[in-house]
């Protein structure tokens, strides 16, 4: 079964840093981009950030750009989200999303259950 | 910054229904358009990509369509399974972005 597993969502306060994780399983790793995306509580989806399959291409979403890092290590299957000086508006579930195949612009068609991020002094 | 813009933002139709929602972009898109669903506490479900391809094991009765800046998604004799918030993606090597979401309930 193809799968996603989120990890590393905490609650921090502003100003801090978290790094999540992403766990892949039953597919070929390295053979899809990735994205992370939130979703604030009761709100819409906003995409974070996305990879393409060797780390060499990443986007960022304007309201985080310069503050969090997304990256891969396809050797353990894994995708990453470093985060720093969150704020506020940072808190939401993350998801992270497989693309369709390779490259950073595709549909996502596999998700993850989500990590919850929540950031409050 | 390309928006996406659906309508309506809530939809109240009955089982049997067919109701057509809404979602345009600021600017031509081609077809790179997705289609997701979201019932309460799941994960968002990948229904239609490239505006019009049915993603593999979604019902038949869930269609797309369009190209450019408009865009609908169909879904031909409701069922009870298909009550939710359904959202509309543009995806680009630049920023993907999502629509609102349009929340479908039951009359």
């Known amino acids: 079964e193809e799968q996603l597993v989120e990890s590393g969502g905490n609650v921090v306060r502003p100003g801090g840093s978290l790094r999540l994780s992403c766990a892949a399983s039953?597919?070929?790793?390295?053979?899809?981009?990735m994205s992370w995306v939130r979703q604030a509580p009761g709100k819409g989806l906003e995409w974070v950030s996305n990879?393409?399959?060797?780390?060499?291409?990443?986007r960022y979403a304007d309201s985080v750009k310069a503050r969090v890092t997304i990256s891969r290590d396809n050797a353990k299957n894994s995708l990453y989200l470093q985060m720093n000086n969150l704020e506020a508006e940072d808190t939401a579930l993350y998801y992270c999303?497989?693309?369709?195949?390779?490259?950073?612009?595709?549909?996502?068609?596999?998700w993850g259950q989500g990590t919850m991020v929540i950031v409050t002094s | 910054d390309i928006q996406m813009t659906q309508s309506p933002s809530t939809l109240s139709a009955s089982v049997g229904d067919r109701v057509t929602i809404t979602c345009r972009a600021s600017?031509?898109?081609?077809?790179?358009l997705a289609w997701y669903q979201q019932k309460p506490g799941k994960v968002p479900k990948l229904l239609i990509y490239?505006?019009?391809t049915l993603q593999s094991g979604v019902p038949s009765r869930f269609s797309g369509s369009g190209s450019g800046t408009e865009f609908t998604l169909t879904i031909n004799s409701l069922q009870p399974d298909d009550f939710a918030t359904y959202y509309c993606?543009?995806?680009?090597?630049?920023?993907?972005?999502f629509g609102q979401g349009t929340k479908l309930e039951i009359k």
């Open positions: 993606q543009h995806y680009s090597t630049y920023s993907p972005v």
């Open positions: 600017q031509s898109i081609t077809t790179w």
């Open positions: 490239a505006a019009s």
């Open positions: 039953g597919f070929i790793f390295d053979d899809y981009g």
């Open positions: 990879i393409n399959w060797n780390g060499g291409i990443t």
């Open positions: 999303a497989r693309h369709r195949n390779s490259g950073s612009s595709e549909a996502f068609d596999v």
